[in-house]
């Protein structure tokens, strides 16, 4: 079992920034490949970001190139999202996620509990 625990969410103006942090637990977390996913109100969870075991590979959804950055820091058992120039439409719960390969899909084996941005306008 894989525990996951995001943190940092909270409220930002639009334009602004924040960086997201999920803490893992276990002695095998730098052989997961890491995701980030979001599920806006009334809407289906998405993907947003995923880096590999390696941290050498990084893969982003269109809607956030350029903007959100996805780092790990295996040492720490922490996956980071750094997010600039943020958008009221990525007001979103966002959830961390482990899997054995890198999915797009919600198909994923672990599961964080999810932290809570909100963008104003």
């Known amino acids: 079992q894989v525990q996951l625990v995001e943190s940092g969410g909270g409220l930002v103006q639009a334009g602004g920034s924040l960086r997201l942090s999920c803490a893992a637990s276990g002695r095998t977390f730098s052989s997961y490949a890491m995701h980030w996913f979001r599920q806006a109100p009334g809407k289906e969870r998405e993907f947003v970001a995923a880096?590999?075991?390696?941290?050498?590979?990084?893969y982003y959804a269109d809607s956030v190139k350029g903007r959100f950055t996805i780092s790990r820091d295996n040492a720490k058992n922490t996956v980071y999202l750094q997010m600039n120039s943020l958008k009221p439409e990525d007001t979103a719960v966002y959830y961390c996620?482990?899997?054995?390969?890198?999915?797009?899909?919600?198909?994923?084996?672990?599961w964080g509990k999810g932290t809570l941005v909100t963008v104003s306008s």
């Open positions: 996620a482990a899997n054995r390969v890198v999915v797009t899909t919600t198909r994923v084996n672990y």
């Open positions: 880096i590999s075991w390696s941290g050498t590979i990084t």
